[in-house]
């Protein structure tokens, strides 16, 4: 007999006996190495056990597993880790105390922050380990061990009321980042009611996108309307606006469409660019980050690029390639690092659709290595 432990109501819930495997699955593999899966492992896993990971993951919803694209318009690259958020441990075994612990981080985060005094101006508040309160029964007792707090925070890492983090595996450490949207969860002690504020904090469109059933959401999530002005009347000629809708690269639009239409522009182009820095470092296959990792994956001379994200095949082939080295170096170093390290600044929504439209560009071309690989893949 199979004993689960099922998310309370008002939370989302696997549709079938196949989603439960999947999370479990992922869940176990975490808690076992501290590192989330890979989607090859989970695949072959599923395939082990007589389960196709297409059927299974449509009994899920981005609430509940993150890594996977909402329409499957594609599957995960093989490098791609899946993780779960919240909702999705809170469906698995023995997952009490991790998710205990992630709300003694929210609402720790909660009281700390009107009174965090930055060390450098426009500085995120952080929470460290050392910040947690001691424990004050048996389920907080657990969270003593450096492994219990680690596990909690990868759990929380992700959720929408942090803004982000770093961690460093070898010893256990972590940080994460919040800022003023993590007060209303200064009370919160039982899931349910975290669950709830969470939503609120979502706002409904995003909400029913992320409890829509992976593979059932056709419409992209985004599509700013950009508009272009000549700025002169050279020859007489007339001067006309030219209007341009784009539709948003998927995992672009995935990230940065609940905060653009928030007004969080600044927040929604830092999304934007993590998302084409963590995609490049799956293909890549490597943990570097920023320039570093461009010049890495694209290729630091005389050592071969890991990632092709070029359509010329011709004379213009290595031209092309240093060009999209330096594309992706200049929008880690111009637009991603200011919005990571530097002050919180505020971003026009004009210039932001700009940055968007610039990161989606960029994830289409790494759609080029995905598209090779599955070629080569499929090929005798």
């Not at 449509?58 to 995960?76: E, K």
């Not at 949207?181 to 609120?200: C, K, N, S």
């Not at 490049?280 to 010049?295: D, H, I, K, S």
């Amino acid at each position: 007999m199979i004993v689960r432990t099922i998310a309370p109501e008002g939370m989302p819930r696997p549709t079938g006996e196949d989603g439960h495997v999947l999370l479990d699955v992922v869940w176990q593999h975490f808690s076992a190495s501290l590192r989330w899966p890979t989607f090859d492992y989970v695949d072959r896993k599923l395939y082990a056990s007589g389960l196709k990971f297409e059927e299974a993951v449509q009994q899920l919803c981005p609430a509940l597993l993150r890594g996977v694209d909402a329409d499957l318009w594609r599957l995960p690259q093989g490098l791609t880790e899946l993780s779960l958020t919240v909702a999705g441990a809170a469906n698995c075994a023995n997952t009490l105390v991790p998710i205990n612990g992630v709300l003694v981080m929210v609402r720790t985060a909660a009281l700390i922050e009107p009174h965090y005094q930055p060390k450098e101006p426009g500085a995120l508040p952080e929470l460290r380990p050392d910040d947690l309160p001691p424990p004050v029964d048996d389920v907080d007792l657990a969270l003593l061990t450096k492994k219990s707090r680690f596990v909690s925070f990868a759990l929380a890492l992700h959720e929408p009321c942090f803004r982000g983090g770093g961690h460093n595996l070898d010893d256990l450490d972590w940080t994460l980042r919040y800022d003023r949207d993590i007060r209303p969860f200064a009370g919160v002690h039982r899931l349910d009611e975290y669950w709830r504020i969470r939503e609120q904090m979502l706002g409904p469109a995003r909400v029913e996108a992320d409890n829509t059933p992976f593979g059932q959401r056709l419409e992209p999530t985004f599509a700013p309307r950009l508009t272009a002005v000549p700025v002169g009347s050279e020859g007489g000629k007339s001067t006309e606006a030219m209007e341009v809708t784009c539709m948003l690269h998927p995992l672009i639009a995935e990230v940065a469409a609940e905060r653009y239409s928030g007004g969080f522009y600044y927040d929604a182009v830092r999304s934007a660019l993590q998302a084409v820095e963590h995609r490049v470092q799956n293909l890549a296959g490597t943990t570097e980050v920023g320039e570093r990792l461009m010049g890495f994956a694209f290729g630091n001379k005389p050592d071969p690029p890991k990632i092709t994200a070029t359509r010329s095949t011709g004379g213009s082939l290595e031209s092309e390639q240093n060009g999209m080295q330096f594309l992706f170096k200049g929008a880690m170093g111009a637009l991603r690092n200011p919005r990571m390290h530097g002050p919180d600044e505020k971003d026009a929504r004009d210039e932001a659709d700009e940055m968007l439209v610039f990161a989606s560009f960029l994830m289409r071309r790494l759609d080029i290595e995905d598209e090779q690989r599955i070629a080569a893949s499929s090929s005798p």
